[in-house]
């Protein structure tokens, strides 16, 4: 007896695959359980609301200052090594912004540009173009932590004219205004951030004489101030990524050493507790950005100062040295970056 499968409401003889996991559509036809079971349990079960790997793993990194203030976008693919390409522009220039993303959307935050700037934008990841004006942050402000689940964003710490401890969030879907969350435990700047589905981290900063150490940790769904989490393996100004259960925190100026740094730490998010060392980059770095998918973190290397175009990259399940990516479009520092992996990694 020959294969017979209904679809469409139509029996067919010739057996109908589905388009494989992660493509942005459903599987048409009425399916036998015993078959669409034996799918499922392969991986190749595809469901209308699964993204495609092309836009699951790209990053973009925002170009924040080169020969002046900038608004460019930069995007690449994080499972393969190489350069970025120009993505577009945001509506305002300024560096030291912050990214959060979901899935579809990328949303960049308030920034500075010779004045602070409290402009909030937003792309679609999967369509090349210019930003459009998403809303405003509750104060404007520059050197924040962004991080975010696959819904909300959240920017904490910075400053305002001042070291700040506020922590404020934006619903990724919905344009408008930011929305007060709670406190860190410090006031600071300059602090790094990574996040799970669930939980944000907020680690190291510049807090006016020395640099901190600390992490904290709250969860993305609930509003309330941080908890304390642990401790880096050193003080100092880092940038962070991560994968759903792993988090980073890359290089830093470090002013209890008096120096740029190459450390890179690593936290189990799901747990509290100090970091431990993962390896180094290649060159002591500050003021750049990073990015990731739940495999790899790719991050801009930049000292002080100086702009650079070199991206560097790590698998987060391991440990050990970064190595070479590829190049931004253009040298730059101050940039900021998130990606549509699991929410928003920011610089």
Known sequence: MSYKQMTGNIISA?????????KNNAASGVWNLQDQYDYVRGGNWPTAGNANPALVNRGLFVIGHSSGYRNTIDYVNIASDGNTSDFGD???????????????????????????????????????????????????KRRYGA??????????????????????????????NGTDFGDLTENKQSDGSCSSPTRGLFG????????????????????????????????????????????????????????????????TIASTGNASDFGDT?????????????????????????????????TISSTGNATDFGDLTISSRGGYATSASHGGIAA
């Open 90 to 140: 945001l509506t305002v220039t300024g560096e030291s912004g912050g990214a959060v993303a979901s899935t579809t959307r990328a949303v960049f935050g308030g920034r500075y540009n010779g004045s602070l700037q409290n402009t909030v934008d937003y792309v679609t990841i999967a369509s090349i173009g210019n930003a459009t004006d998403f809303g405003d942050m509750n104060v404007s």
């Open 282 to 314: 290649s060159t002591a770095t500050t003021r750049t950005m990073a990015t990731s998918n739940n495999t790899k973190a790719v991050f801009n290397v930049a000292n002080g100062g100086t702009n650079q175009n070199v991206l560097e990259k790590v």
């Open 204 to 267: 190291g900063g510049y807090q006016g004489s020395n640099d901190s150490n600390v992490i904290d940790y709250v969860t993305i769904s609930s509003t309330g101030n941080a908890s304390d989490f642990g401790d880096l393996t050193e003080a100092r100004q880092p940038i962070g990524a991560s994968s759903n259960t792993r988090g980073l925190f890359i290089g830093g100026y470090s002013n209890p050493l008096s120096s740029h740094r190459n450390t890179i730490d690593y936290i």
């Open 14 to 22: 010739t057996k109908v695959e589905p388009d494989g996991v992660y």
């Open 147 to 176: 991080c975010s689940s696959a819904t909300r964003g959240l920017f904490g710490g910075g400053n305002d004219g001042s070291y700040t401890n506020a922590i404020e969030y934006v619903t990724i879907a919905s344009a408008g």
